[in-house]
Structure formats: C-alpha cells, structure tokens
C-alpha cells in the first residue's frame, strides 16, 4: 500500500533554531501534499496545501514565513519551522495522496513528527 | 467540503460490534465519505471509504443510505486495540486540493 514516510520522527531544540521536517512518498508520486499540526487532545489542524513546483498554499491564520514549504519533487516536501519558538510545539503530520491512481484515492499520512521546543 | 459532525467519545467492551454513526447534512454530489482510525502520537491511518449504499472490506463496513446524509462506520468485534479517535471526512474530489478538514472525531475507549 501506499507508504508516506517523515522525518524526523521527534526534535528536541532550543527556542530561535529553526527546524526542518520531511515528508516523502515511499511509493508513488504526489503532486500534492498537506501539512497538519495538532496539539494534545485536539484534531488535526490543516496548515497548508504543499504544491509539487510552484508555493504553497496556506491556511487563514498560518505564517507563511514562519511556516516555509518546499515541494521540489514529486515524492518530497519539507516544512520549516523558522525561528521556533515554544508554541510552535506540536505533533506535525503530512499527508499525500496518489493522483496517478485515479481521483478517488485516499490521501496516506506520515507518522508525524514530535517537535519540542525548549 | 461538507462539514461532519459524530459523538466525542463511545465506550464499548471487547467483542462487541461499534457502530460510530457520522452525520454530513450538506454533502456535494461528488463527495465521497472516508474514514481514519488515529492511535496516540501516530499520523491517521485511512480505514475505508466510500459513495453510497454499503462498503466492506477485512477492518470494517461503511453504510451510507440513498440520501448521503449521514454514514456508519461498523466494527465487528471490537479488541483492546481498537481503542483510538475515529475520524468521519468528507473530502471534495476533483482537482488537485482535495483537502481533508478534521473535525473533532470520536474517541472510542475499549475495555475488557
């Protein structure tokens, strides 16, 4: 089945590092892939739309410039969280979703990642 | 994107059959319903999904009746494990941003 891999899978960092997290298509291409964020006991929260050569799109509230998204290819995405501070910890998944497969395929999430920040 | 709403939480015991009923009252022609299961500090992982009238596979089944209005998510004989938040998401296809928007799901909490 359809595998979307993160990493890392958890980050521990000091308050003003910026971090990078990546989300790849194990096996299959993604045009498209999501960001969430969810904090504990809460539902996940779509940050913003990853779009394979061109910006991403992002949600009413979301800082594009503390938030940065790369979708260079069709398997890999990168979100960076600029200058993180300690609210900007969070469980952080992706998702993708394989277009080639037909338009009603359901989208695979990555096993998110634990960013800490102290 | 049609907007879900299902019970917070269920309790259940191991061996029975959980039913875990989603309503989506302005759902669009083209939207399909699919269903996620999420355990702690893990990404969703899809269950099943589907249009109309009943969906099966070896996890679960999706009934869904004539007017889309609403959806069912059973699960047959129910284990320790399957305790986790069950996600309900209408999903718009079509195009590239099929985006997912969670809602608040349900946490089913299995005992022995």
């Known amino acids: 089945g359809a595998v979307v891999s993160q990493h890392p899978s958890w980050v521990i960092c000091k308050s003003g590092t910026s971090v990078k997290i990546e989300c790849r298509s194990l096996?299959?291409?993604?045009?498209?892939m999501f960001w969430y964020r969810q904090f504990p006991k809460q539902s996940l929260m779509l940050m913003a739309t990853?779009?394979?050569?061109?910006?991403?799109?992002?949600e009413q509230g979301v800082e594009k410039d503390k938030f940065l998204i790369n979708h260079a290819s069709l398997t890999l995405s990168t979100l960076t969280v600029t200058s993180a501070h300690p609210e900007d910890s969070s469980f952080y998944i992706c998702?993708?979703?394989?277009?080639?497969?037909?338009?009603?395929?359901?989208?695979?999430f990555g096993d998110g990642t634990r960013l800490s920040i102290l | 994107l049609a907007k879900t709403t299902q019970p917070i939480s269920m309790d259940s015991y191991e061996g029975q059959e959980v039913n875990i009923t989603c309503s989506h009252n302005n759902i669009a022609t083209n939207d399909y319903i699919t269903w996620y299961q999420q355990f702690p500090s893990q990404g969703p992982r899809f269950i099943i999904q589907?249009?109309?009238t009943k969906v099966t596979n070896e996890v679960a089944s999706l009934f869904i009746p004539a007017d889309r209005k609403s959806s069912t998510l059973s699960l047959p004989r129910v284990s320790l494990s399957d305790t986790a938040v069950y996600y309900c998401?209408?999903?718009?296809?079509?195009?590239?941003?099929?985006?997912?928007?969670f809602g608040t799901g349900t946490l089913l909490a299995v005992q022995p």
């Open positions: 589907g249009y109309k």
């Open positions: 998401l209408s999903p718009l296809y079509g195009g590239a941003t099929n985006k997912l928007i």
């Open positions: 096996d299959f291409q993604a045009t498209t």
């Open positions: 998702s993708a979703r394989d277009f080639r497969s037909g338009v009603n395929q359901p989208q695979h």
């Open positions: 990853s779009n394979e050569g061109s910006k991403a799109t992002y």
